[in-house]
Protein backbone atom coordinates (compact mmCIF):
# COMPACT_ATOMS: atom_id res chain seq x y z
CA UNK A 1 0.00 0.00 0.00
CA UNK A 2 0.87 3.77 -0.17
CA UNK A 3 1.35 5.94 3.06
CA UNK A 4 2.40 9.78 2.91
CA UNK A 5 3.53 11.78 5.80
CA UNK A 6 2.86 15.69 5.90
CA UNK A 7 2.82 18.51 8.74
CA UNK A 8 -0.70 19.01 9.55
CA UNK A 9 -0.69 23.10 10.34
CA UNK A 10 1.78 25.63 8.91
CA UNK A 11 1.68 29.35 9.32
CA UNK A 12 3.36 31.88 7.56
CA UNK A 13 3.61 35.59 6.92
CA UNK A 14 2.17 37.62 3.77
CA UNK A 15 4.53 37.74 1.44
CA UNK A 16 6.93 35.76 2.84
CA UNK A 17 8.14 31.89 0.75
CA UNK A 18 6.61 28.42 2.61
CA UNK A 19 7.75 24.86 2.20
CA UNK A 20 5.38 22.26 2.69
CA UNK A 21 6.84 18.76 2.49
CA UNK A 22 5.45 15.47 2.08
CA UNK A 23 7.42 12.06 2.61
CA UNK A 24 6.01 8.55 0.46
CA UNK A 25 6.10 5.22 1.28
CA UNK A 26 4.79 3.20 -2.20
CA UNK A 27 4.93 -0.07 -3.76
CA UNK A 28 6.13 0.79 -7.16
CA UNK A 29 5.64 4.91 -8.13
CA UNK A 30 4.66 7.38 -10.85
CA UNK A 31 4.60 10.74 -9.55
CA UNK A 32 3.58 13.06 -6.87
CA UNK A 33 0.84 15.55 -6.65
CA UNK A 34 -0.64 18.68 -5.48
CA UNK A 35 -3.68 19.87 -4.50
CA UNK A 36 -5.57 23.03 -2.76
CA UNK A 37 -8.18 22.59 -1.29
CA UNK A 38 -10.18 25.93 0.56
CA UNK A 39 -12.56 26.02 3.44
CA UNK A 40 -16.27 24.72 1.95
CA UNK A 41 -14.66 23.53 -1.24
CA UNK A 42 -13.12 21.35 -3.72
CA UNK A 43 -9.83 20.34 -4.45
CA UNK A 44 -7.98 21.92 -7.16
CA UNK A 45 -5.45 20.43 -9.11
CA UNK A 46 -1.70 22.41 -8.30
CA UNK A 47 1.04 20.17 -10.42
CA UNK A 48 2.30 17.19 -10.66
CA UNK A 49 6.38 16.06 -10.63
CA UNK A 50 7.17 12.49 -12.12
CA UNK A 51 10.74 13.27 -12.02
CA UNK A 52 12.91 14.64 -9.99
CA UNK A 53 13.83 18.51 -9.89
CA UNK A 54 11.65 21.53 -9.78
CA UNK A 55 8.56 22.51 -11.81
CA UNK A 56 7.61 25.85 -11.72
CA UNK A 57 3.83 27.38 -12.02
CA UNK A 58 3.74 31.37 -11.25
CA UNK A 59 4.31 31.21 -8.02
CA UNK A 60 3.78 27.89 -7.08
CA UNK A 61 7.11 25.28 -7.48
CA UNK A 62 6.85 21.83 -6.57
CA UNK A 63 9.78 19.29 -6.26
CA UNK A 64 10.63 15.36 -6.36
CA UNK A 65 13.14 13.51 -5.52
CA UNK A 66 12.38 9.73 -5.98
CA UNK A 67 15.30 8.65 -4.27
CA UNK A 68 14.26 9.82 -1.17
CA UNK A 69 10.79 9.25 -1.33
CA UNK A 70 10.55 13.22 -1.18
CA UNK A 71 9.00 16.24 -2.68
CA UNK A 72 8.07 19.45 -1.63
CA UNK A 73 5.71 22.51 -2.14
CA UNK A 74 6.67 25.75 -2.55
CA UNK A 75 4.70 29.00 -2.30
CA UNK A 76 6.01 32.35 -3.12
CA UNK A 77 5.20 36.29 -2.55
CA UNK A 78 2.18 34.94 0.06
CA UNK A 79 -0.98 35.95 -0.16
CA UNK A 80 -3.79 35.90 2.36
CA UNK A 81 -5.65 33.97 -0.46
CA UNK A 82 -3.06 30.99 -0.61
CA UNK A 83 -4.65 30.32 3.35
CA UNK A 84 -5.74 26.59 2.66
CA UNK A 85 -5.33 23.30 2.85
CA UNK A 86 -2.66 21.70 0.31
CA UNK A 87 -2.73 17.59 0.11
CA UNK A 88 0.03 15.85 -1.39
CA UNK A 89 -1.39 12.63 -3.59
CA UNK A 90 0.86 9.98 -4.94
CA UNK A 91 0.07 7.91 -7.93
CA UNK A 92 1.13 4.32 -8.03
CA UNK A 93 1.03 1.01 -9.11
CA UNK A 94 -2.50 -1.36 -8.95
CA UNK A 95 -3.54 -4.25 -9.58
CA UNK A 96 -4.55 -5.16 -13.08
CA UNK A 97 -2.30 -2.91 -14.38
CA UNK A 98 -4.34 -0.11 -13.46
CA UNK A 99 -2.77 3.36 -11.10
CA UNK A 100 -4.41 4.40 -8.00
CA UNK A 101 -3.82 7.76 -6.24
CA UNK A 102 -3.62 8.22 -2.44
CA UNK A 103 -3.95 11.81 -0.66
CA UNK A 104 -1.62 12.25 2.21
CA UNK A 105 -4.18 13.89 5.06
CA UNK A 106 -3.09 17.73 4.07
CA UNK A 107 -1.22 20.78 5.55
CA UNK A 108 -3.89 23.41 6.57
CA UNK A 109 -1.91 26.65 5.54
CA UNK A 110 -2.44 29.96 7.42
CA UNK A 111 -1.08 33.14 5.76
CA UNK A 112 -1.14 36.27 8.46
CA UNK A 113 -0.82 39.32 7.74
CA UNK B 1 -17.47 22.40 -19.82
CA UNK B 2 -19.14 22.45 -16.87
CA UNK B 3 -17.03 20.77 -15.20
CA UNK B 4 -18.14 17.54 -12.62
CA UNK B 5 -21.45 18.30 -11.67
CA UNK B 6 -22.67 16.59 -8.16
CA UNK B 7 -26.27 16.40 -6.60
CA UNK B 8 -27.54 17.27 -4.68
CA UNK B 9 -24.92 19.63 -2.80
CA UNK B 10 -26.31 19.31 0.82
CA UNK B 11 -28.76 16.22 2.20
CA UNK B 12 -29.68 15.85 5.78
CA UNK B 13 -31.82 12.72 6.56
CA UNK B 14 -32.56 10.51 9.55
CA UNK B 15 -30.47 7.10 10.37
CA UNK B 16 -31.83 4.13 8.63
CA UNK B 17 -32.95 6.12 5.72
CA UNK B 18 -31.42 5.56 1.95
CA UNK B 19 -28.86 8.11 0.58
CA UNK B 20 -28.16 8.49 -2.85
CA UNK B 21 -25.33 10.90 -4.08
CA UNK B 22 -24.59 11.90 -8.27
CA UNK B 23 -22.27 12.49 -10.76
CA UNK B 24 -22.03 13.75 -13.61
CA UNK B 25 -18.40 13.29 -14.89
CA UNK B 26 -16.40 15.87 -17.39
CA UNK B 27 -17.61 14.91 -20.93
CA UNK B 28 -14.69 12.57 -22.35
CA UNK B 29 -13.05 11.76 -18.87
CA UNK B 30 -12.25 7.70 -18.80
CA UNK B 31 -12.37 7.72 -14.62
CA UNK B 32 -14.54 8.61 -12.05
CA UNK B 33 -13.69 8.46 -8.15
CA UNK B 34 -15.61 8.68 -5.65
CA UNK B 35 -14.38 10.32 -2.05
CA UNK B 36 -15.25 10.79 1.28
CA UNK B 37 -13.59 13.44 3.65
CA UNK B 38 -13.97 14.09 7.12
CA UNK B 39 -11.97 15.86 9.77
CA UNK B 40 -11.12 12.54 11.58
CA UNK B 41 -10.18 10.67 8.56
CA UNK B 42 -9.24 13.48 5.94
CA UNK B 43 -10.02 12.28 1.93
CA UNK B 44 -10.37 9.00 1.56
CA UNK B 45 -10.71 6.85 -2.34
CA UNK B 46 -14.29 4.81 -2.00
CA UNK B 47 -13.98 3.32 -5.42
CA UNK B 48 -13.01 4.10 -9.05
CA UNK B 49 -14.01 3.33 -12.14
CA UNK B 50 -12.49 3.20 -15.64
CA UNK B 51 -15.09 3.70 -18.90
CA UNK B 52 -18.12 2.31 -16.48
CA UNK B 53 -16.36 -0.41 -14.88
CA UNK B 54 -15.80 -0.65 -11.00
CA UNK B 55 -12.04 -1.37 -10.72
CA UNK B 56 -10.79 -1.01 -7.06
CA UNK B 57 -13.88 -0.68 -4.43
CA UNK B 58 -11.75 -1.67 -1.82
CA UNK B 59 -12.43 2.03 0.10
CA UNK B 60 -16.11 1.30 0.42
CA UNK B 61 -16.45 0.86 4.03
CA UNK B 62 -19.13 -1.36 4.25
CA UNK B 63 -21.86 -3.70 2.79
CA UNK B 64 -24.15 -0.89 3.45
CA UNK B 65 -22.42 1.54 0.02
CA UNK B 66 -22.38 0.57 -3.03
CA UNK B 67 -21.62 2.91 -6.28
CA UNK B 68 -22.94 1.99 -9.87
CA UNK B 69 -21.58 3.69 -13.14
CA UNK B 70 -24.43 2.96 -15.90
CA UNK B 71 -23.11 4.68 -18.27
CA UNK B 72 -19.93 7.39 -19.44
CA UNK B 73 -22.03 10.56 -18.04
CA UNK B 74 -23.74 9.42 -14.66
CA UNK B 75 -22.83 7.90 -11.33
CA UNK B 76 -24.12 6.91 -7.75
CA UNK B 77 -23.03 6.33 -4.66
CA UNK B 78 -25.95 5.22 -2.39
CA UNK B 79 -25.82 4.35 1.37
CA UNK B 80 -28.38 2.18 2.59
CA UNK B 81 -29.17 2.18 5.28
CA UNK B 82 -27.76 5.48 6.24
CA UNK B 83 -25.99 5.87 10.03
CA UNK B 84 -24.63 9.20 11.60
CA UNK B 85 -20.86 8.18 10.92
CA UNK B 86 -21.66 8.28 7.72
CA UNK B 87 -21.93 12.21 7.76
CA UNK B 88 -19.08 13.68 5.45
CA UNK B 89 -18.65 15.35 2.61
CA UNK B 90 -18.51 12.95 -0.68
CA UNK B 91 -16.78 14.40 -3.64
CA UNK B 92 -16.59 13.04 -6.78
CA UNK B 93 -13.76 13.44 -9.19
CA UNK B 94 -12.82 12.59 -12.76
CA UNK B 95 -9.76 12.02 -14.55
CA UNK B 96 -9.30 12.03 -18.98
CA UNK B 97 -6.97 9.22 -18.68
CA UNK B 98 -4.09 7.35 -16.32
CA UNK B 99 -0.49 8.65 -16.17
CA UNK B 100 0.49 12.14 -18.36
CA UNK B 101 -0.85 15.28 -15.62
CA UNK B 102 -2.66 13.20 -13.24
CA UNK B 103 -5.29 15.73 -12.96
CA UNK B 104 -8.65 14.81 -11.23
CA UNK B 105 -11.14 17.12 -11.42
CA UNK B 106 -12.88 17.70 -8.66
CA UNK B 107 -17.22 18.41 -8.36
CA UNK B 108 -17.92 20.72 -5.45
CA UNK B 109 -19.31 17.94 -3.22
CA UNK B 110 -22.14 17.03 -1.20
CA UNK B 111 -22.63 17.58 2.19
CA UNK B 112 -23.92 14.47 4.31
CA UNK B 113 -25.88 15.08 7.63
CA UNK B 114 -27.12 11.77 9.51
CA UNK B 115 -29.05 12.50 11.95
Known amino acids: GQSLEQPSEVTAVEGAIVQINCTYQ??????LSWYQQHDGGAPTFLSYNALDGLEETGRFSSFLSRSDSYGYLLLQELQMKDSASYFC??????????????FGTGTKLQVIP | DAGVIQSPRHEVTEMGQEVTLRCKPI?????LFWYRQTMMRGLELLIY????????DSGMPEDRFSAKMPNASFSTLKIQPSEPRDSAVYFCASSPRQGSTDTQYFGPGTRLTVL
Open chain 2, 27 to 31: SGHDY
Open chain 1, 26 to 31: TSGFYG
Open chain 1, 89 to 102: AVRAPHSGGYQKVT
Open chain 2, 49 to 56: FNNNVPID
